[in-house]
Nanobody, 115 residues
């Protein structure tokens, strides 16, 4: 399975950030699989954002839950993330992570929040 993230690169404050993770060569609905969005801001550690399971159940970091939505498109094996009302503190590298038998990481997509 290959995992690749895509995103806008630059977002203005107060806008909504939309990211897509595409899992190629596998299925995001394989039994037991979990797919996560994780980010790393400059100079900080990894921060878990949200998870969607093989059956569509979703889980959110409480500190981001009010602004976050994770979803999936099973026909194209994509996991999406929306983060609303972004601020410069949301500037980070955003990663897609899959646990489906093996562990899969994308290379990440850099997002800068700036006017």
């Amino acid at each position: 399975v290959q995992v690749q993230e895509s995103g806008p690169g630059l977002v203005k404050p107060s806008q909504t950030l939309s990211l897509t993770c595409t899992a190629s060569g596998g299925s995001i609905t394989s039994r037991g699989s979990l797919w996560r969005w994780i980010r790393q801001s400059p100079g900080k550690g990894l921060e878990w954002i949200a998870t969607i399971s093989y059956d569509g159940s979703t889980y959110y970091n409480p500190s981001l839950k009010s602004r976050t939505s994770i979803a999936r498109d099973t026909s194209s094996d994509q996991i999406t993330l929306q983060l609303t009302s972004v601020t410069p503190e949301d500037t980070a590298a955003y990663y897609c992570h899959g646990a489906a038998g093996s562990i899969y990481w994308g290379r990440g997509t850099l997002v800068a929040v700036s006017s």
